[in-house]
């Protein structure tokens, strides 16, 4: 099965995928993380040069992009199905609906990009306010993640489409382990104990 671990910057999605495939690892569940963007590849150091702001695209490109480069990791996705009972996605392509829905793009075009990968089967959205993404990070931001106004919109539209979708949300703006908890609860009810 895969589980999408979403959210906004600073939610915990990467720490969250590590409890969890720790997790299911003690459990004797073999699982892989995945993370997206992966900036590894040819198109993920697209992204970041397009992040970090040297790049400059139009929303359609970008998001574009970021499907390719999810496509350009389908394989090795698909192999390690094969080979996993679990695969974590530390970000999947919810993230590009949220995003590009903020930017102005159609959602029918944006799911038509990812048309064709393999499929979820559970979503948790790390629910975490602006505020508190804002607080647990001093460095410097993408272009993304900059704005707090902008912030605001990708959590309202997470959330909605959290409510569309039927993701599972949990509150992210608590400490990582009771956030874990949470995910544990949620995951424990879709893999074999």
């Given at each position: 099965m895969i589980i999408v671990i979403e959210g906004f910057d600073q939610a915990g999605k990467m720490?969250?995928?590590?409890?969890?495939?720790?997790?299911l690892k003690a459990r004797n569940i073999k699982s892989k993380i995945f993370s997206f963007p992966d900036y590894r590849t040819p198109i993920g150091r697209e992204i970041r040069r397009y992040l970090g702001g040297s790049r400059p695209f139009p929303p359609q490109v970008i998001h574009c992009l970021l499907a390719a480069n999810r496509w350009e990791k389908s394989k090795e996705i698909g192999d390690a199905l094969k080979e996993n009972d679990v695969l974590?996605?530390?970000?999947?392509y919810q993230s590009n609906l949220v995003y590009g829905i903020v930017n102005g793009l159609d959602i029918d075009w944006?799911?038509?990009?990812?048309?064709?990968l393999p499929k979820e089967d559970l979503v948790i959205l790390l629910d975490v306010e602006p505020s508190d993404s804002f607080s647990r990070k001093s460095d410097r931001r993408d272009k993304f993640e900059e704005n707090l106004e902008f912030a605001g919109k990708i959590?309202?539209?997470?959330?909605?489409?959290?409510?569309?979708?039927?993701w599972k949300v949990v509150n992210a703006s608590r400490h990582k382990q009771q956030v874990h908890q949470d995910v544990r609860?949620?995951?424990?009810?879709?893999v074999a104990k």
């Open positions: 720490t969250q995928s590590k409890l969890l495939h720790k997790f974590i996605m530390n970000r999947y944006l799911q038509n990009l990812d048309r064709g959590t309202r539209t997470y959330r909605s489409l959290a409510k569309e979708f039927g609860e949620i995951v424990e009810k879709y």
